[in-house]
């Protein structure tokens, strides 16, 4: 699917290839290491590539998990990962599909992409599941990201918070 928001990038959004797997790391690193400038528990862990690795890998042979990247030209410039989530019987909206990650490269944010990925995983995933709403996580800190996703139509429902001991 082409999608062009700004008339000087072109871009498709496709779903992902195993062979995609370490860029879509690399853009993934890049977005923590932004988040951990002003969180440092977004630090990532010795193990973490290969731990966001293996996620990817599931998510390629599991229906309830996908992935889609943007692609311009021959470049990865982004991806969106995300998965079905089943909430327990005590509420009436019980499915959502969860945005777990989500990451433009630096140089091409701002240009449409973002809302590409978020288009695509809402139409061609979360509503061909039948799932009762989209759900994900934002950083307070993030102001970039809230004013994104309410202008996708958002709303914060729930605060998480933590307490280090």
Do not use: C
Request: charged letters at 25%; proline letters at 1%.
């Amino acid at each position: 699917m082409e999608e062009n928001f700004n008339a000087s990038l072109t871009f498709t959004i496709r779903e992902f290839n195993l062979s995609d797997i370490d860029f879509i790391v690399e853009i993934w690193v890049d977005i923590l290491n932004w988040h951990a400038e002003f969180d440092q528990e977004f630090i990532l862990d010795p193990e973490g590539r290969t731990n966001f690795r293996f996620v990817l890998k599931s998510a390629f042979s599991d229906p309830s998990q996908t992935v889609y990247i943007a692609l311009h030209e021959e470049e990865i410039v982004g991806f969106v990962y995300g998965y079905i989530k089943k909430h327990s019987g005590f509420f009436k909206k019980r499915t959502v599909a969860h945005v777990s990650d989500i990451a433009v490269k630096e140089n091409y944010r701002r240009k449409g992409i973002g809302t590409a990925l978020m288009r695509r995983f809402e139409l061609d995933f979360a509503r061909k599941n039948g799932v009762n709403g989209l759900s994900l996580y934002v950083h307070f800190n993030n102001e970039q990201g809230l004013n994104f996703y309410e202008k996708l139509g958002f709303d914060i429902k729930l605060a998480s918070m933590r307490k280090n001991l």
